[in-house]
């Protein structure tokens, strides 16, 4: 799944094409919003909330997108073919761009004023304006015999975290994943290296957690299953937590992220 500097590079894509601009063509190909048109109405900007985005356009409504494992945002010149089958669930353009939302997982039309409805639930952004650690550490503790690696997944917790990001951070804080959160002392400094890790990767495409750029390089756990540690030489662990259905990938050094 994209995790938030993924999103919030897809959100300043949106914004460059739309933002300003009259929609000449809406197309919403989702049952619940088929009948919808906001042909006409000009697109005031795009934000990112964690994983999800939010288009606010002239009118008081906002078109709430989720990217889910598979969605993306395609922005192309006015004009150009779609995407074969049916892949494609939104179109937003106007006379020079057009946004095609491609295996979206949400798509919903709201009032602007009730775009609390859809995120008010999340956790601080890492990546927005408003970050509070300490609001981030006080939401984690709330559950202290929760383990971190699920705790930092919580997107009420915190918003924009993802199993890649997850990975990395707790192997940089040398921390085991399934350690209970009220066990680790400095949660502000996990966090806050979580809020690093995302800020230092949100304008370039791929996540860099090691500092190399190389294609083989890029990170210290992630991917890197059955490999030895780049630190000490131990192979990389790889797992899954979670409870079913909503098992999720989890990969880790049990040298340098000892129980």
């Not at 945002?73 to 669930?89: E, K, N, Q």
């Not at 946004?99 to 609390?116: F, H, I, P, Q, S």
């Amino acid at each position: 799944m994209p995790e938030g500097d993924a999103v919030y590079r897809a959100a300043a894509r949106l914004r460059g094409a739309l933002d300003g601009h009259v929609l000449t063509r809406s197309d919403f190909r989702v049952p619940r919003h088929a009948t919808a048109d906001l042909t006409g109405r000009t697109v005031l900007t795009t934000l990112a909330r964690g994983k999800h985005l939010l288009t606010r356009v002239e009118g008081d409504l906002t078109v709430h997108t989720h990217l889910r494992m598979e969605g993306r945002w395609l922005v192309a010149p006015a004009g150009r073919g779609l995407p074969p089958g049916d892949l494609v669930r939104l179109v937003l353009a106007n006379e020079r761009w057009q946004a095609v939302g491609v295996r979206l997982g949400m798509v919903d039309l709201v009032g602007t004023a009730d775009e609390a409805r859809l995120v008010g639930h999340l956790g601080p952004d890492l990546l927005g304006p408003d970050w509070d650690p300490d609001e981030a550490v006080r939401r984690l503790r709330g559950a202290p015999r929760r383990t971190i690696g699920e705790a930092l997944l919580d997107q009420r917790n915190l918003a924009g975290i993802g199993t890649i990001y997850r990975a990395e951070t707790l192997f940089l804080r040398g921390i085991w994943p399934w350690r209970k959160v009220g066990e680790i002392e400095d949660l502000n400094g996990l966090v806050s290296l979580a809020q690093r890790l995302l800020h230092a990767n949100k304008r370039h495409a791929g996540t860099v957690t090691t500092g190399d750029r190389r294609p083989a390089n890029q990170t210290w756990v992630y991917g890197r299953a059955g490999r030895p540690c780049r630190r000490c030489g131990t192979r990389i662990s790889r797992g899954e937590m979670g409870a079913r259905p909503q098992e999720r990938l989890i990969l880790w050094c049990a040298n340098c992220q000892p129980r």
